[in-house]
């Protein structure tokens, strides 16, 4: 079963992940794995990337758009935003900010569908999402949330 992983380690992947480049990238993790890296989509509106033994996934919008999540289908979001999109068994836990430092509704739609409050349920099985970006002195920073994946 795979396990949620401490945020420091999600932030630690990705600076290693955004500074590597061509580095030697470590044999393996603390469970033994060898980390499996996929750039799934970088072009000038978005950048997808994952780590596939974590079921970890980064996405990164400039603006609004759609972005190919693979076997786990697509995400469209309004706006431009960061997200991290980490899976576990059944259970999806979704980290988004906003880049600009300022409050905003961010709505997401997934062609998966979701379980969890504020989930609206799409026809054709998908799912629809509004997150809270906050405002003031913690504009900028992320909000997680956890969904179940029926």
Request: with cysteine; charged share 15%; hydrophobic share 45%.
């Amino acid at each position: 079963m795979r396990r949620i992983v401490h945020v420091g380690q999600v932030v630690l992947l990705c600076l290693t992940l955004h500074t590597a480049g061509n580095a030697a990238m470590p044999d393996a993790d603390a469970d033994g794995q060898a980390p499996v890296i996929e750039l799934a989509a970088n072009t000038a509106s978005l950048q997808v990337v994952r780590e596939v033994n974590l079921g970890l996934t980064g996405v990164v919008f400039y603006e609004a758009g759609i972005a190919d999540l693979g076997q786990h289908g697509t995400l469209a979001a309004d706006m431009a935003c960061l997200l991290l999109l980490l899976e576990a068994g059944d259970r999806l836990a979704l980290s988004a900010a906003n880049p600009l430092n300022a409050a905003a509704d961010l709505t997401l739609t997934l062609s998966q569908k979701l379980t969890g409050d504020g989930v609206v349920d799409l026809p054709g099985g998908g799912s629809q999402l509004v997150l809270v970006l906050p405002d003031g002195r913690s504009a900028g920073q992320s909000v997680t949330r956890e969904f179940g994946k029926p």
